[in-house]
Each structure stands twice: as C-alpha cells, then as structure tokens.
C-alpha cells in the first residue's frame, strides 16, 4: 500500500520527517514489541485476537468506522460487535479517517471533519473514551497532516519501516509490515532479536490474518511467530498505548 508516490509527495514526506517532532526516549531495558493491525478486517478481529488472547498480549486495531461491514481490497471488514469484542478483550482500537480517505487529498478542513467523523464513531464504542492514537490510511502523509494529526492524538503512525532505538518520533512512528508474501521466518527473527538488543521499540502492522492471507496479510503461523520470537529474546509485548506508558515510566526520574 501507499505505491506511486510523486516527487512532491516525497520531498513534502521528506520534510515531515524532519518537521513537527515530538520525541520520546526509550530508555534502558528489554525491547518493545507492538502487533498491530490496520483497517480491522474480520480475519484480524477474529483470527488475530485469538492468537493475541491466547497469549496474553494486547494489540491496537487502526479502525476506519466508514469500513464497518463493508468489504476493503476484497477483504470483509469488521462489524461494531467485532469492535466491541476486542474492547472487551482489554485491546486498543486507534483511528483512521473515518472513509479511509489518504490525507493528502483531503485538505485541512476535510482532514479535521474525517477525524472528528471518525472520533465520534470510536467514542460511541468506548463509552465516551477518544481514541488516543492515529494512523495514516495507506501510509499516505505530509507535513501538514502530520500536523494536524499531532495535535488530536497521543501518536501517530507511519508505515515507514524501521526499528526505533533510543528515541521515537510521537508524531511520526515507524512500523514494520508483517506480509506474508515478504516477511521471512530468518527476517522475522532477525528483526526482533536487533530490538532486544538495543532496548528497541518495533511495531508490526498488517491486515487479515488467514491461512491463505491476500497481498497486506499475514499467516497465523507468522503471527505467531512474532510473540514466540518476542518472548525468546526477552521483549515486552505491548498495545501502543501500552508501550508509551511503559517507556515513560523507565524514563521518568526517581522521586
């Protein structure tokens, strides 16, 4: 996702990266695995939760309430009761736009009015609670919707790939895909043991998650895996907003 991307689109993003920085150290201590899951398709709200549950991790789920019962890439989205079963599974829903709209078309006003639409649908599943963390539909970003973003969530999610070591950029987290079709058992391993050993944060995304996952999913093997792996090598495994509070608190001063 997020191919064809224009020279403008890539020197604007080039920026971003550089622009409306919100910095949070790490710290010391054993690395951060994050599993998350973009669009919530029904295989992820299904198939995914039970590998998580059964594991005892919690996961974010990235929700565009424009997507509920509808199909995506061929691919049948969750329904509210799916979303209310993760909530009540103690996992995190985060925020799209509220059509999966990218940014970049949109402007400022209808960027504002997608995540207000988008805000209100996820508060009416938790009880009032706003979403606290964002990702960019597609991976599609600029300056100003970094911006924008910034000032109405906690983080900000990009599909840039990358392992964060010492420091992540709030408003601009990196995320590793977890693709079947390019994610290798020897990568994945790879990949998780560099994050313990720098006292690392990464983030996995993908879609569905099935047996035969279609071109942004993964295998329930390969899921797997990355708990298995993350558990091997001694990293936490945390929702978003888990890790956040994890690496405030092992930064914080002492009293």
């Known amino acids: 996702m997020g191919d064809g991307v224009t020279l403008i689109q890539k020197a604007d ?23 998350s899951f973009d669009d919530a398709p029904v295989s992820a709200c299904h198939e995914g939760r039970a590998i998580l549950d059964h594991h005892g991790v919690k996961g974010t789920w990235y929700v565009a309430g424009g997507l509920t019962d509808r199909l995506e890439q061929g691919e049948a989205c969750h329904s509210v009761p799916d979303l209310e079963a993760l909530l009540a599974h103690g996992h995190e829903l985060g925020c799209h736009t509220f059509d999966h709209q990218p940014c970049s078309g949109l402007g400022a006003e209808g960027m504002r009015s997608q995540l207000q639409q988008n805000r209100r649908f996820l508060q009416g599943l938790a009880g009032g609670a706003a979403p606290q963390h964002f990702s960019f539909p597609l991976g599609d970003y600029g300056l100003a919707s970094k911006w924008l973003a910034a000032r109405c969530f906690d983080s900000v999610r990009l599909t840039r790939a990358g392992i964060h070591r010492g420091s992540a950029d709030l408003n ?19 990949l998780i043991a560099e994050t313990a050993a720098c006292s690392g944060w990464l983030i996995f995304y993908t879609h569905g998650v099935s047996a035969q996952p279609r071109r942004w999913g993964c295998t329930p093997a390969l899921l797997e895996q990355v708990l298995t ?27």
């Open 229 to 255: 792996d993350a558990r091997a090598h001694g990293c936490e495994l945390l929702a978003v907003g888990q890790a956040l509070a994890h690496f405030r608190a092992r930064t914080e001063p002492a009293p």
């Open 172 to 190: 601009g987290l990196l995320a590793q895909r977890l693709y079947a079709d390019e994610m290798t058992p020897d990568r994945l391993r790879s």
């Open 13 to 35: 993003r080039w920026l971003a990266r550089r622009l409306v920085r919100r910095m949070l150290p790490l710290g010391a201590g054993p690395g951060v695995v994050t599993v």
